[in-house]
């Protein structure tokens, strides 16, 4: 059904989707990280970690990911999901 | 002093042949001796566009493997006096020129012309990597479009692996009226992203695919295109031209209605 709501709401304008999309995806174009290196990093993060914590380790997750900075600009950052046991 | 200048953009379809011609052209009416050369093999199109694909005898293959000699293969066009093509094979592997065997034909290119305008081929392989083996400078063309600023910043990284740290950039088929809605990236938002500085703008203009029809570079018209690229060539030669206010194309209705804005 039409939704005269929805009709009023300000859509953002597309040229602005384009640009924040094309600003993460040239991001993560560079910043693609060869997955070896990635793993070796994924192995010594387990290693360090479970020395003091006991961690679920096949739940572990690294993966580079693209954070805003809330003023429209992107950067990128290492990011862990490492659950713990108890 | 002779410059060579390659013209590409990652993505096909954007503009680079078109560009390649007009750019040349502009330089010949300016005064200077130019060769265009089309390193598109086994798809070349720069003859065509240019209104010379029945006077190919010899091309970029033959003269690479010593079939002709370089002034054999280029062909003279009668209509602007200084202004030379150099064409690409048509029905060979572009695996048929190496990267030195393109400076070679590039460095005898020099000798003779004031600019050698390279066409490169779309793609990131053995093509684009010949076209830009001899080049001392590059323009990045590309469109306000998602997909094509994608590829001109993946071009722009690989120029920048190979030495040609300055490339300048052109965004071609800007609708200013797209743009004023917020449907069309603006030059702001596309320079942002790509970081290069701008060497000018074309707006998209129906005129371009008639010059095509006729083979015949629309920079010698006074279509709008056409000046832009007339600004372009001026730029290349050193000269400081304002960029195109492209609202001055919103007409006389929308110009009013921003009159009122005010």
Not at chain 2, 78 to 103: C, F, H, I, N
Not at chain 2, 221 to 230: L, V
Request: with cysteine; hydrophobic share 45%.
């Amino acid at each position: 059904m039409f939704n005269i709501f929805k009709f009023f709401e300000k859509k953002p304008a597309s040229k602005d989707i384009a640009r924040d999309r094309l600003k993460l995806v040239l991001m993560s174009d560079k910043t693609r990280i060869d997955p070896k290196v990635l793993e070796e990093i994924k192995t010594d993060i387990i290693n360090v970690i479970s020395k003091h914590l006991n961690i679920d380790l096949d739940a572990v997750e690294i993966e580079i990911s693209p954070v805003g900075d809330g003023h429209g600009g992107f950067s990128s950052a290492l990011v862990a999901s490492i659950p713990i046991k108890f | 002093m002779s410059e060579v200048i390659v013209i590409t953009s990652g993505k096909g379809g954007v503009g680079k042949t078109t560009t390649s011609a007009n750019l040349g052209t502009g330089l010949v009416i300016e005064g200077k001796k130019v060769a265009l050369v089309d390193t598109d093999i086994g798809l070349r199109n720069l003859d065509v566009v240019m209104g010379l694909e029945n006077r190919i005898v010899y091309d970029l293959v033959d003269v690479v493997e010593g079939t002709c000699k370089i002034n054999q293969a280029l062909i003279k066009d009668k209509r602007y006096s200084g202004l030379y093509l150099l064409p690409a094979a048509q029905t060979r592997d572009k695996m048929a020129v190496s990267e030195e065997q393109m400076k070679v034909v590039i460095a005898e290119l020099r000798e003779q012309f004031d600019y050698v305008i390279v066409d490169c081929p779309a793609g990131i392989e053995h093509g684009f990597k010949n076209a830009i083996a001899a080049a001392d400078s590059a323009i990045v063309v590309t469109i306000p479009e998602v997909s094509a600023v994608r590829d001109a910043d993946r071009i722009i990284g690989l120029l920048s692996a190979h030495g040609i740290t300055e490339p300048k950039l052109i965004i071609n088929r800007i609708r200013p009226e797209m743009v004023k809605r917020g449907d069309m990236m603006s030059i702001e938002d596309t320079l942002d992203i790509l970081g290069i500085p701008l060497l000018g703008i074309i707006p998209e203009d129906e005129n371009i695919i008639r010059s095509s029809n006729l083979g015949e570079p629309i920079v010698t018209s006074g279509f709008k295109a056409g000046m832009a690229y007339r600004n372009i060539v001026k730029r290349i030669m050193g000269q400081e031209i304002p960029f195109m206010n492209i609202e001055d194309d919103l007409g006389f209705f929308n110009k009013l209605k921003k009159l009122f804005k005010k």
